[in-house]
């Protein structure tokens, strides 16, 4: 059983299982709050194929800053980073 990390953690097994892959905590903490995170089971549309709109949109979800004065290449670059 997962440990509560408190209400800012919404996914508390899915934060503690990104920590013990090493990943940061601020890192874990955006992965574990993204709405529908790991439902699309390796199944989503990859991101050159997506418009910017829908780029824009989920770096939008993950909080990653500047993205409106992006372009389509640096906002997968900002996703595929954070």
């Known amino acids: 059983m997962a440990k509560n990390h408190g ?4 996914n508390d097994a899915q934060y503690e299982a990104l920590l013990n892959k090493g990943m940061s905590k601020s890192k874990a903490a955006r ?3 993204t709405p529908d995170s790991g ?3 390796g199944k989503a549309e990859a991101y050159d194929k997506r418009t910017k709109q829908e780029v824009y949109d989920q770096a939008k979800k993950v ?3 500047g993205r409106s004065k992006m372009t389509k290449k640096e906002l997968i670059d900002a996703l595929r980073n954070s």
């Open 7 to 10: 209400p800012h953690i919404k």
């Open 31 to 33: 992965i574990a709050n």
């Open 39 to 41: 439902k699309k089971g």
């Open 63 to 65: 909080g990653i800053e």
